[in-house]
């Protein structure tokens, strides 16, 4: 975010400390951690990564 506006830009970009706001369907191709979440239910397809077939639930609860 610059100037107080989100932009658009591919994910080749992103760099470590980055903030990201993602929507329904939105891809995540690398780790991020979630700061705050605006849903209620935050579910991840992680089958590419893990084998898992179903849907993961996130959380936004602190890391130690």
Avoid at 17 to 26: C, N, Q
Avoid at 28 to 57: F, H, M, N, Y
């Amino acid at each position: 975010m610059r100037d107080s506006k989100w932009r658009s830009i591919d994910s080749k970009y992103l760099v470590p400390g980055d903030i990201v706001e993602l929507r329904t369907g939105d891809k995540v191709p690398a780790d991020i951690r979630i700061i705050q979440l605006k849903t209620a239910i935050l579910k991840t397809d992680q089958s590419s990564l893990t084998g898992e077939t179903d849907p993961v639930l996130k959380d936004n609860e602190l890391v130690e």
